[in-house]
């Protein structure tokens, strides 16, 4: 029996005290009482909290869990919290200070993350926020979910698959049959849109991918230009722009077991060069998701292209025209990620085409969740990024992008640390996939794709729900709400 897919990770500690929601405050006219609170937390905040001066921070912030305990027992009532402005200062209303704390403790401790009694967060959002799944077979928690007896296979492809096995009279398959990658996660890492990266990261990328069998899509030039650990290639994907051309990359290509072109009107000819090198190779060809994207998408599977990459913008936005790839801007009024995804899948299943393309979805991949829904909605596998810096304690300060210097100095982390980190972040998700996939009933992640059934979108259930009470929704105007909120304000 082979072996179970199994990721081992394991606790990492911190490089530098993260930013956490509050911090504490203390005032002066302490009683001296014999059982201060200070003895009485639970956590040792007290005991083991120190100021770090190189940091300028106090780890007792970082210790605290915010039980509030000390704040109500003192009784001068001396201590107190209040949000911590660094924090709330991270990221944006996309990756949100939350989801940069949540993916720093699972990159920590590798273990799911647990909110305590009962969801306290609201039941819709933007983005993927509107889409539930539909988990009602989780009635049977000792045999569900990691802690069950059946095992869950989270496996993907990569590569064109045959539509049908076609055999000769001895019983031999006469069809032709593709290269494929079978890689242990429904996930592959990007690019990385900013970051400054360093020689460590760089290694650490290349041993996560080969450690969890997966693939990551690197820049060609960096494949070339710096060392890799050399059993790493296998797992590494070099990325070409339009503009460089395949002969320039010939022993690169000869090594790897896929490249990731950019699509435009030479993409064909740019396979066919890449195929003479290394004929096993699988080439991926990167489509941004803007409205004419389903139609070139379908043109590109009818043209025997194996791998899609649809990408959105780092908040999972379409853009406005995807046809510069020099020249992408988020639209006015975009789509989000699943939704233009979810279209290319039906539309290739229209065509006859779905199965002989693998669709790789990438662009506002934040948390686990977001993996299971976008495979969902119907791709395949799920490109990763900013998680992956964010694994690395990166604040989303976006510094490196104007060459400022980066307070928690990614480019000098030690090969050993960032790989564990990345290995626990995706070793987390990989936990958090199989709760899901235990308690929707599904025992392979390949079996999740297109799904659709199995998920209940906000949209739809709003139509369901209210449209027979309010008619067909409607969209207020600016003007429309102010004279709404005039007319409350008046009761
Ligand atoms: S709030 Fe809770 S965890 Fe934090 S220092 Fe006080 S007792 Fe300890
Ligand atoms: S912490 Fe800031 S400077 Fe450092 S990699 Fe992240 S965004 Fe860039």
């Known amino acids: 029996m082979p072996a179970k897919y199994h990721i081992h990770v394991e606790p990492v500690v911190d490089r530098f005290l993260s930013p956490k929601s509050y911090v504490a405050l203390e005032r002066d006219g302490c009683l001296g009482c014999l059982e201060c609170v200070k003895r009485q937390c639970i956590y040792d905040v007290f005991k083991q909290g120190k100021y770090n001066p190189e940091q300028m921070r106090d780890s007792a912030d970082s210790l605290c869990r915010n039980c509030l305990w000390c704040v109500q027992q003192c009784k001068r009532r001396l201590f107190s919290r209040q949000s911590n402005p660094d924090f709330a200062a991270m990221g944006d209303e996309y990756w949100t200070p939350k989801i940069i704390a949540a993916l720093w403790s699972q990159a920590s401790d590798g273990k799911v993350p647990v909110s305590g009694a009962g969801y306290t967060g609201p039941f819709c959002g933007p983005g993927f926020d509107q889409i539930w799944t539909d988990m009602s077979e989780i009635v049977r928690p000792t045999r569900d979910g990691i802690h069950g007896r059946e095992y869950i296979n989270t496996s993907a492809d990569i590569g064109r698959k045959s539509r049908r096995l076609i055999f000769d009279k001895d019983g031999k398959t006469t069809n032709a049959s593709y290269p494929l990658i079978s890689i242990g996660l429904p996930v592959v ?103 004419e994207a389903v139609k070139r998408a379908v043109k590109l599977a009818e043209q025997k292209v194996e791998t899609l990459h649809l990408f959105a913008d780092y908040r999972g936005n379409e853009f406005e025209d995807g046809n510069d790839s020099a020249k992408l801007s988020s639209a006015a009024n975009p789509r989000f990620v699943s939704e233009a995804v979810a279209e290319i899948h039906e539309a290739l299943i229209r065509a006859g085409l779905r199965d002989a393309v693998t669709l790789i979805a990438s662009g506002g991949i934040a948390l686990a969740e977001h993996v299971a829904k976008i495979i969902l909605c119907g791709a395949d596998v799920a490109a990763v990024d900013i998680p992956v810096l964010l694994a690395n304690q990166c604040r989303m300060c976006l510094n490196c992008r104007e060459n400022k210097p980066c307070p928690v100095e990614i480019d000098n982390v030690q ?73 409350i304000s008046k009761r």
């Not at 070339?224 to 990359?249: C, M, S």
């Not at 290509?253 to 190779?281: F, M, T, Y």
């Open 415 to 487: 090969v050993d640390w960032s790989r564990q980190r990345i290995v626990n972040l995706l070793g987390s998700w990989h936990a958090q996939m199989i709760e899901v996939l235990g308690a929707m009933g599904i025992r392979e992640a390949r079996r999740l794709r297109g799904e659709l059934g199995r998920a209940m979108f906000f949209r739809d259930l709003e139509k369901e729900s209210f449209g027979p009470i309010f008619g067909q929704r409607k969209e207020f105007t600016t003007e429309e709400i102010s004279k709404i909120k005039k007319q």
């Open 189 to 291: 890492i990007n690019l990385l849109p900013f970051g400054a990266v360093g020689e460590g990261l760089r290694e650490a990328i290349g041993l996560t991918a080969k450690e969890l069998n997966i693939l990551a899509i690197r820049d060609a030039d960096e494949l070339v230009e710096h060392n890799w650990p050399v059993d790493t290639i296998g797992h590494l994907a070099p990325y070409l722009r339009a503009d460089q051309p395949v002969k320039q990359y010939t022993k690169l290509i000869k090594q790897v077991r896929a490249v990731e072109i950019d699509d435009g009107p030479k993409v064909l000819e740019k396979i066919s060069e890449i195929k003479n090198l290394a004929e096993e190779a699988v080439v991926i060809v990167r489509l941004p998701l803007a409205p």
